[in-house]
Structures are given as C-alpha cells and as structure tokens.
C-alpha cells in the first residue's frame, strides 16, 4: 500500500526531511519488494536458483555496484541459499529490505547536478542520455518543466561539441519513450523506436514505469503488471546522427 501523505509528511517532520525524499525512499522499497517478487517468479517458471533470477530480472548488480564488498558477500551468500519453493522463505519484503540495507551505503559512481532530470554518459563514439525525475514532485514534462528539459538538452548538446568531438551517435533507451512529450524532445530520426534487449529489465529504463511523477508508487500499473507478470510499458530504443541532436538544439 501506498504511503499515505499524512504518514510522509509526519515522518519528513520526524527525521527533518522534506516530504518528497520520504515518499521517495518508501517507494523505493514497494519498488524494490516488486522486483524481488517478480525475479521469484521467474525462478518457479524457469526452473532457476532464485539468486540467478534475481540477477537477471532486477537491478540487484547495478545496485551492488560501489557497495561494501563484506555487505555484499554475506547479503550473496544468504540469497544463494534461499529457496522461493521452501515454505521457510522469508518473503519479498525481508528480501527487499535486506538489498536496500547494503545498497544504501554504496559509494556514488557519477554526480548529477542538482535539479537536472536529463544526464548523459559516453562510450567510444555514442552518447546516451538518461533520464530521472529529479524535480519531484513536479511533473517533469509538462508546462514550465517541459521547458527546462530543453534547456538541459542544449547544454548536453553543448558540452557533447566541445568536450566530446568523437561522439557521432546520439542513443537512448526508456520506457518514456512511449509518451509524445518525451520523444518530442528529440530529433525526427530519434523517434523512431525499437524494443529494449532482454538485458534492459535490470535498468529503470523498465522499472522506472512504476513511479508516478509525485514519486508515490503507480499501484495500477503494479496492479496490470502483477496480473500479468508483463511490463504494461515496453521499453524502447533509439538513435539518431548526432549532428541532428546539434542541429536542433544548437542552431
């Protein structure tokens, strides 16, 4: 169940945080219980260890990455030996938390400037942009903060040109890719889309469909998805020459 906003706003003035980054991090952990049960159900179908299908179709790798290596080996440890067919499981949410204890003290791999939902990281002769909220709880795509979004496209378009002349590819890869604000964003060539390879479902470019903008869980997107066991979002791929990125930003 969603956290209600009157248990996020008297934690917030609990713990003297603002009421988003508690809202945030509960739906950190709704979100991470639902990947913990979905890598249990490809366990039991599969016919696999529940570690190897927790690896697999969370973002249980990414979220070790930078962590303490004691953590993460006896949090492996435990997970190997544990059973989803046993009835001594200790369910989702022990799972859920158990991940999100290690992971909490992990050291940030990359910096984002504060208020920026658009960011981009380059390998060889592609750059890709990723994209998180981080003006919580505004809409991001919408009205003024639609705006801002191009602002920040242009300063990436800037600084690929100067600091990167051996980017020739501008690439992407997300769910939002369904919605027209988003792909509207980018270049006509850009909007043309492909399905994600099934190594995407370790990213947000997948999970990241089960935020509302406000940072609250979509319980029916959650809903759909737990009916199903598939993604009500597809996630899509893209790209596009990166001078028509510098051509629409830039001239």
Partial sequence: MNISNWEASRQAEKFGLPKSVI?????AYELMILQVEYSAHQAIVQDIDFFESLRRYSRFNKMMRGAPKQGVSGLEERLRSSDVRSPNWFGAPGVAFAILEVSCNARKTK???DGRCFHYECSGDTAEVHFSNAVVPKHPLKDEELKQRKIELRDIAQS????????KILAGSSWLRNYKSYISLFPKEHRK??????SAVNSMGVWGQFYRYDGT???ERVRL???SWEFPLKCLSS???IESFFRMYLD
């Fill in 23 to 27: 809202v945030k991090a509960h739906t």
């Fill in 193 to 198: 889309t492909v399905e994600c390879d099934a």
């Fill in 111 to 113: 910096s984002e400037p």
């Fill in 160 to 167: 690929l040109k100067e600091k990167h002349p051996e980017v």
């Fill in 225 to 227: 998805f737990k009916a």
């Fill in 239 to 241: 790209e596009c020459p």
């Fill in 217 to 219: 869980l979509n319980e």
